[in-house]
């Protein structure tokens, strides 16, 4: 194709893509086949796969597979060397007993036990982390925000001291007269509601250790939730180049009640006083936290793998698919039993719709970007493997239009909506929603963004660096299904987040994957746009991200 047929090529594609249509949703999903995403569905979830736990046997199996998926498609080596793999050097911790974690006020002594009133970990190589005696400082929401006119911290010194932070954003609990009401976004989480944030703040600020507050409604997930992977933590080696706070963790909400009133300070008026400006740290007075505890240390090798298609005009510049191959593999449950968490949903459903876009792409003309493909390692223990890539990146960020990331695909059936996660952030968004109209369907945004769903999948560390992202996560909300309605839907919903992250996300031969095909067809439109453009998608003004991109501004000039 020469290349003024392919500018013809792109503008036709760009003007059907933007033409509004005005039928009902059918569940069409283009050249996006929910059979052949079933079937790798069920290959991913297979025993054969163990669960697809990063540096475990089931890598061994995942990773050599992906590979020849890409190749069949007719890809490109998109790695290292030349090469289909990126490998992300991994650190995991796990704590151990006997475990020696108390505070004192004065004569009082209140010990905490492990997993019933505290979590704790690390991302340190350290076999055994020691704390002796340190002050304590109840730091708020632990926020520092220039561009809100927000700093919990006021100069406040933390260097070796433990600091304590509520979790979620300072107005999360605001009513509507309170100043701070709106300033972050509301119910909807920023980044800085994070509990990866507070963690980070604390290392800027020089804490010892970091300890956040647990309840439910702020975290949006039970205390069971928190104390489930037992302390183990994985990080990649070096920490991407930041250096992580020494001890981290959660405090249950009743223990920690009783920690501050032995230090004769309210928490739940504390947690008022927190949602003001004015706030500044409180100190709990002669109030020290001491621990001992030992940690199971283990370094791994774990592999991104990457596919791309090479851009006819500006093979420089990239439009990104991606989703996560890994799974939380083998474990035994309170029976003794050993069982797989197979990830068939979380997210072969990703992989799935990655190597179906790919095959799109590779039938298709050739783009005039450059588009890769990834499956990532690590999504489930931090966004390690994309976050690895951000930190050593094989083509430019700054040059990188979109980052499309696909993270838990509903198996429903179509439906006559599709949601927005993290809405108002950037364009890719409103192309997006643009798309989905295409099919029939309008677009709204996430039903519960308090559970901060856009800071918890692979595209953030791209967002982090500026590049524009959208993420398309199914467990955003209730589906109007065309069979059902939204009754349908949330019973799907439902079923689907109780087995979230559980033995029973396993494949079913049952399950309706055209839903899930429309979701994976519209992002496809999204990134097809942007690979046959000149555009670059942009930040809307009032994200957080906005000035991070506007720095390298320039280089795409």
Same mark, same amino acid.
């Given at each position: ?35 052949? +995403? ?6 991913? !979830? ?76 690390? #991302? ?11 002050? +304590? ?51 909807? +989480? ?8 507070? $963690?980070?703040?604390? =290392?800027?600020?020089?804490?010892? !250790? ?11 997930? %039970? ?21 992580? @706070? ?58 991104? @793998? ?13 439009? +990104? ?32 719709? @990655? ?11 050739? %783009? ?80 519960? %963004? ?49 087995? $979230?992250?559980? %033995? ?12 899930? =095909? ?11 746009? !942007?690979?046959?453009? #000149? ?13 991070? #991109? ?8």
């Amino acid at each position: 194709m020469t290349s003024r047929t392919a500018a013809l090529a792109a503008f036709t594609t760009a003007l059907t893509f933007l033409s509004p249509v005005a039928h009902a949703a059918t569940g069409d999903s283009g050249p996006i086949d929910p059979h052949r +995403m079933s079937t790798i569905m069920e290959t991913l !979830a297979s025993d054969g796969f163990h669960g697809r736990a990063p540096g475990t046997i089931g890598e061994t199996v995942t990773v050599p597979w992906l590979i020849e998926q890409f190749k069949a498609l007719g890809l490109e080596p998109g790695g290292e060397n030349g090469g289909w793999t990126q490998t992300v050097p991994m650190l995991r911790t796990q704590p151990l007993e006997p475990a020696r974690i108390i505070a004192t006020t004065g004569k009082q002594t209140l010990p905490f036990t492990l997993q019933k009133d505290i979590s704790l970990s690390t #991302r340190l190589p350290q076999a055994r982390i020691r704390i002796d005696h340190a002050p +304590m400082v109840f730091v708020g929401y632990g926020v520092h925000a220039p561009e809100r006119q927000w700093d919990d911290f006021k100069g406040v010194d933390l260097h070796g001291k433990v600091a304590i932070f509520l979790v979620n954003d300072p107005d999360f609990d605001a009513k509507p007269d309170e100043p701070v009401a709106g300033r972050f976004k509301g119910r909807a +989480m920023t980044y800085y509601g994070r509990w990866t944030y507070k $963690y980070e703040e604390a =290392a800027r600020q020089g804490a010892i !250790a970091a300890l956040i507050v647990h309840d439910t409604p702020s975290a949006s997930y %039970p205390w069971s939730t928190v104390v489930a992977p037992g302390g183990q933590v994985y990080d990649v080696e070096g920490h991407g180049g930041e250096t992580p @706070v020494p001890l981290q963790g959660w405090i249950e909400g009743n223990a920690a009640a009783r920690l501050f009133a032995q230090a004769g300070l309210d928490l739940a008026a504390l947690r008022t006083q927190a949602r003001s400006p004015d706030f500044r740290p409180v100190a709990l007075a002669h109030t020290q936290f001491s621990v001992d505890l030992p940690f199971k240390v283990d370094h791994l090798k774990s592999q991104n @793998v990457l596919a791309k298609i090479t851009g006819a005009a500006y093979p420089d510049e990239t439009v +990104m698919f991606g989703a996560h191959w890994d799974a939380f593999g083998e474990s035994r449950n309170a029976q003794g039993q050993t069982v797989i968490r197979r990830g068939a949903i979380d997210d072969g459903s990703g992989i799935a719709g @990655v190597l179906e876009i790919a095959r799109a792409f590779k039938n298709g003309p050739r %783009p005039q970007r450059t588009v890769r493909f990834a499956a990532w390692t690590g999504e489930e223990r931090g966004l390690l493997g994309s976050a690895w890539y951000v930190t050593h990146p094989l083509a430019p960020l700054e040059k990188t239009a979109a980052n499309l990331t696909m993270d838990v695909l509903q198996m429903a059936g179509p439906a006559r909506n599709a949601f927005v996660i993290g809405a108002g952030q950037d364009s890719l968004q409103d192309d997006f929603a643009a798309a989905a109209r295409t099919q029939g369907r309008t677009t709204q945004p996430e039903a519960m %963004p308090e559970r901060g769903a856009f800071y918890r999948a692979d595209h953030l560390p791209f967002a982090r660096a500026g590049v524009p992202v959208l993420a398309v996560m199914d467990m955003a909300g209730k589906f109007d299904l065309l069979n059902g309605g939204t009754e349908a839907g949330g019973q799907w919903l439902t079923a689907y987040m109780a087995c $979230y992250h559980q %033995p029973c996300d396993a494949w079913h031969a049952d399950w309706d994957v055209r839903g899930a =095909a429309q979701d994976v067809e519209a992002v496809r439109l999204v990134g097809h746009k !942007a690979a046959f453009s #000149r555009d670059w998608p942009s930040w809307k003004a009032g994200s957080e991200f906005a000035a991070i #991109r506007a720095k390298s501004n320039a280089a795409r000039q």
